[in-house]
């Protein structure tokens, strides 16, 4: 079988988790033709994404040419799905939040996507994300394309649901895919319950070779690591005001924040304003394999979000045996379980992260073994790449 895989920007560094999935089923032997909307000039810190990078078609690389051509095609071959198709974009356009010129674009794009599927002959279409990724998919069916399903992360498509016509989507693909049963109540909420059987979930998963490598406990590590965009979402100011508590209290500890993004001068002006230069370090992006060298040399990941789908790196934190120190938001407590895989507080609490964090600081080593043994045992059990990605398999072939 061959299946197309449609995402607004592939690979990236935060996107790990679709790469992971694909490789998987390719794994159970289905095919899978790789095309993203953009990210052809990326500069990839893995050979891994210099590798996918090189087997996707980037819809938008060679210009607006190709997109005209592939228009009129389908609109001189098939002139009364291409007006269905207008009236979709019209219906979606005129409510959404960006602009109808937007969304025609978006029909131009489907119809390049149209061309290379028929060319793959590919009997099915994911996409990742509710987003355009799912619209242009959308098109594509409606366009007299192959079956489609997309996957919903959030928060972000929770967030703005109607503006992205979130339930037209869920109403017209052939399944929906949830990370979370969180995820999945959300995806309930923006349709009849006719429509409920057609979403399921299917977990983000690590590929085997993540729990294959030798137990690396925590030991007497005093560092503390936040893996994650810069962004207000992830918590990461609220994080350097636990810490400059921690500092004032005497606990000895550090904290290195990895990634990059908008909030970084933010934090980097709270940072020298609470003195903390000494304590906190910013990595800025890093790749796959220097995220696992930053976890497996911390203590414990801490994550303050304050919204969330399922983060990919608290699995990736739990299979290195490492204890999570997060929030209860969205999908984390389905995998997180407090006091036994690490800590849990309410979110934008600083009081709490603060105890929390230095609880973490002060377990013993025996203490810290067996809440990463737990934690390793948890994530094996529920995100294991093969074995989510056998549930999809069995989706995608049944349609």
């Keep these: 079988m061959r299946v197309a895989y449609l995402v607004n920007h592939y690979p990236a560094v935060s996107h790990s988790f679709i790469r992971r999935e694909i490789l998987a089923l390719e794994r159970r032997g289905i095919r899978i033709q790789r095309?993203?909307?953009?990210?052809?000039?990326?500069?990839?810190?893995?050979?891994?994404?210099?590798?996918?990078?090189?087997?996707?078609?980037?819809?938008?690389?060679?210009?607006?040419?190709?997109?005209?051509?592939?228009?009129?095609r389908v609109l001189l071959t098939a002139p009364l799905r291409m007006l269905g198709a207008a009236r979709l974009v019209w219906k979606i356009?005129?409510?959404?939040?960006?602009?109808?010129?937007?969304?025609?674009?978006?029909?131009?794009?489907?119809?390049?996507?149209?061309?290379?599927?028929?060319?793959?002959?590919?009997?099915?279409?994911?996409?990742?994300?509710?987003?355009?990724?799912?619209?242009?998919?959308?098109?594509?069916?409606?366009?007299?394309?192959?079956?489609?399903?997309?996957?919903?992360?959030?928060?972000?498509?929770?967030?703005?649901?109607?503006?992205?016509?979130?339930?037209?989507?869920?109403?017209?693909?052939?399944?929906?895919?949830?990370?979370?049963?969180?995820?999945?109540?959300?995806?309930?909420?923006?349709?009849?319950?006719?429509?409920?059987?057609?979403?399921?979930?299917?977990?983000?998963?690590?590929?085997?070779?993540?729990?294959?490598?030798?137990?690396?406990?925590?030991?007497?590590?005093?560092?503390?690591?936040?893996?994650g965009r810069l962004t207000e979402q992830k918590g990461q100011i609220l994080l350097i005001e636990a810490a400059r508590q921690l500092r004032d209290q005497g606990t000895r500890f550090e904290l290195v924040l990895a990634g990059d993004g908008e909030m970084r001068e933010a934090i980097e002006a709270l940072i020298r304003e609470y003195d903390l230069t000494d304590i906190v370090r910013i990595t800025g992006w890093i790749g796959s394999r220097q995220v696992r060298e930053e976890l497996l040399a911390a203590r414990a990941l801490v994550l303050p979000s304050f919204a969330e789908g399922l983060p990919v790196v608290i699995m990736e934190a739990m299979a290195l045996r490492r204890?999570?120190?997060?929030?209860?938001?969205?999908?984390?407590p389905e995998l997180v379980q407090p006091n036994e895989h690490g800590w849990l507080v309410p979110a934008g609490d600083i009081t709490a992260l603060t105890a929390a964090m230095q609880a973490c600081l002060a377990a013993s080593k025996e203490e810290l073994e067996a809440i990463g043994a737990a934690a390793y045992d948890r994530v094996q059990l529920n995100h294991n790449a093969d074995t989510e990605a056998g549930k999809l398999a069995q989706l995608v072939q049944l349609t």
């Design 35 to 72: 095309i993203s909307i953009r990210g052809w000039d990326d500069v990839h810190q893995s050979e891994e994404d210099r590798l996918e990078s090189n087997r996707t078609s980037y819809v938008l690389k060679a210009g607006f040419a190709p997109l005209f051509i592939s228009f009129f």
């Design 93 to 227: 356009g005129r409510r959404a939040e960006r602009p109808l010129l937007v969304h025609v674009i978006y029909l131009f794009e489907a119809c390049q996507v149209l061309n290379w599927v028929r060319a793959e002959k590919c009997e099915h279409l994911h996409a990742h994300f509710g987003t355009n990724s799912a619209e242009v998919a959308m098109l594509v069916h409606a366009l007299g394309g192959p079956t489609w399903s997309f996957t919903a992360h959030g928060p972000e498509e929770f967030d703005k649901a109607k503006f992205i016509a979130l339930p037209e989507k869920i109403e017209r693909a052939k399944f929906v895919v949830a990370i979370s049963s969180f995820g999945r109540s959300q995806l309930y909420r923006q349709v009849s319950h006719e429509h409920w059987d057609k979403i399921k979930i299917v977990h983000c998963g690590l590929e085997p070779t993540f729990f294959t490598g030798e137990a690396s406990p925590a030991g007497t590590s005093r560092r503390l690591i936040c893996v």
């Design 323 to 332: 204890p999570v120190i997060t929030t209860y938001v969205a999908g984390i």
